[in-house]
C-alpha cells in the first residue's frame, strides 16, 4: 500500500494506492430501484456505506490504558488478538467460496479511481466496480464511475484508465473520504517508524 500526495495524477490530496481483488462491469441502464442519482440502488449505496464503517471499526487502534490497568490492557490484547484470529480463518474459509476477482494495482480517491488494464473500456463509459478493500472481510464496495482517461502505454499492451466516481450519496462519500484518510494516516505512521529505526 503507498499514499501519495505529491504524485497524484487524480489531483486529490488523499489516494489510497493498493493491490486488491477488484473487478469492473459495464453499466448498460441504471438498476432498479436506482438512488435519486438515477444510477446505483440505494441498498447497494447503503451496504457499500455499511462496509466501509466496518472496515474503520476493524481497523481502529487499540487504546492504551496505563500502567494502572496493566492486567486488563494485557487481556484485552490477548482477546483482540484471538479475535483477529478467528477472522482471518472465517475470511479464508469465505474466500474460498467466492469467485474473487484478480488482484490488480489500483489507485482510488475520493472521486476517482485509476489502474491499467490489457482490455479497457471506452471513453465516457459507465462503469460498476466492484473492489475489496480488506483481505479480513472479504465484501466489496461497489462504486459506479464514468470513464474520462483511456491512455495506452508505451508498449501498446495496456491502458491506463481513469473513471470519476458518481452517484456517490452523502453518507457514502463521507465513509469514502474517512477510510481513505485512516490509510493515509497509517502510510504516514508506518513511514516514519521505517524512518525512525
Known amino acids: 500500500m503507498v499514499i501519495d500526495q505529491t504524485d497524484n495524477p487524480l489531483g486529490e490530496s488523499v489516494a489510497y494506492d493498493a493491490l486488491l481483488p477488484f473487478r469492473w462491469q459495464h453499466l448498460e441502464v441504471p438498476p432498479a430501484g436506482a438512488a435519486q442519482s438515477g444510477l446505483q440502488s440505494v441498498d447497494e449505496q447503503a451496504a457499500s456505506e455499511a462496509l466501509l464503517r466496518t472496515l474503520l471499526v476493524l481497523d481502529d487502534a487499540r487504546i492504551e490504558l496505563g500502567e494502572e490497568h496493566e492486567a486488563l490492557s494485557q487481556e484485552l490484547v490477548r482477546l483482540d488478538f484471538k479475535i ?21 494495482q489500483i489507485r482510488l480517491g475520493g472521486a476517482h479511481a485509476e489502474w491499467h488494464d490489457s482490455s479497457p473500456p471506452q471513453m465516457g463509459e459507465r462503469l460498476r466496480l466492484e473492489i475489496y478493500l480488506s483481505q479480513k472481510y472479504s465484501r466489496p464496495i461497489y462504486l459506479l464511475g464514468q470513464v474520462i482517461v483511456v491512455e495506452a502505454s508505451p508498449a501498446g499492451d495496456s491502458a491506463r484508465v481513469v473513471v470519476e466516481l458518481i452517484g456517490l450519496s452523502e453518507p457514502l462519500q463521507a465513509q469514502l473520504e474517512k477510510f481513505l484518510f485512516r490509510q493515509h494516516r497509517r502510510a504516514v505512521a508506518h513511514a516514519r517508524r521505517a524512518t525512525d529505526s
Open 84 to 104: 483477529n484470529l478467528m477472522l482471518d480463518m472465517v475470511a479464508e474459509i469465505y474466500r474460498r467460496q467466492l469467485d474473487m476477482p484478480s488482484e490488480r
